[in-house]
């Protein structure tokens, strides 16, 4: 399945934006999906994910209450919703997919990456 994730841009703390990741190829309503994010000259860590039911969400603790994942198996779409943004949520934003919510927090097996799109939340 390729993924390619869009929504990026640059936005003032405080302020919302929006992610979408697109499958094509094939469904990807069977997989977990989530979205990793890297900064500059930092590793790429997980953001967010959840299973292909929508039942099991994941959020790393810097995002809790601020950023919400949803998916949408029947347009084969992953939405990252980011509220409240701060300007050390600036990176470049990646989706994957993967067979399990554990499969994306470990960081194996992950079967395809998106090419990412750029966040920058100025002070």
């Known amino acids: 399945v390729q993924l390619q994730a869009s929504g990026g841009g640059l936005v003032q703390a405080g302020g919302s934006l929006r992610l979408s990741c697109a499958a094509s190829g094939r469904t990807f309503s069977r997989t977990a999906v989530g979205w990793f994010r890297q900064a500059p000259g930092k590793e790429r860590d997980v953001v967010a994910g959840i299973t292909w039911t929508g039942i099991s969400i994941y959020y790393a603790d810097s995002v809790k209450g601020r950023f919400t994942i949803s998916r949408d198996n029947a347009e084969n779409t992953v939405s990252l919703q980011m509220d409240k943004l701060k300007p050390e949520d600036t990176a470049v934003y990646y989706c994957?997919?993967?067979?399990?919510?554990?499969?994306?927090?470990?960081?194996?097996?992950?079967?395809?990456w998106g090419k990412g799109t750029l966040v920058t939340v100025s002070s």
């Open positions: 994957a997919a993967a067979p399990t919510l554990s499969n994306l927090r470990r960081r194996y097996g992950i079967d395809s």
